[in-house]
Nanobody, 126 residues
Framework: VQLQASGGGLVQAGGSLRLSCAAS????????MGWFRQAPGKGREFVAS????????YYTDSVKGRFTISRGVGENTVDLQMNRLKPGDTAVYYC????????????????????WGQGTQVTVSS
């Protein structure tokens, strides 16, 4: 399974970017797709996720009201609309797929995501 993320770039604070992620490859199931990010010198953290079963969405507190995750046009695609960007949003953003149902029912735990993209850089200047 391959995940291709795109849409990153350099933007001024207050600006917007839209990330997209498309999955392809061998047959797999999708229970959720999510976005995670890793800032320089920090660990990777959860940003947003979307359940394929009921379209429920989940966000980390720091992006609520600014970021929106949604299903894309293709079968296994997900977008992340990022508005009112802040310098603190600067990071490499990764998309991931949860391809099986975990007993926890969590969609925010990165250890429960099975396939990962290569990441796309988002840089927000002040």
């Amino acid at each position: 399974v391959q995940l291709q993320a795109s849409g990153g770039g350099l933007v001024q604070a207050g600006g917007s970017l839209r990330l997209s992620c498309a999955a392809s490859g061998r047959t797999f199931s999708t229970y959720a797709m999510g976005w995670f990010r890793q800032a320089p010198g920090k660990g990777r953290e959860f940003v947003a996720s979307l359940s394929w079963a009921d379209y429920s969405t989940y966000y980390t507190d720091s992006v609520k009201g600014r970021f929106t995750i949604s299903r894309g046009v293709g079968e296994n695609t997900v977008d992340l609309q990022m508005n009112r960007l802040k310098p603190g949003d600067t990071a490499v953003y990764y998309c991931a797929i949860q391809s099986r149902k975990y007993s926890s029912g969590s969609y925010i735990d990165q250890t429960e995501y099975d396939y990962w993209g290569q990441g796309t850089q988002v840089t927000v200047s002040s």
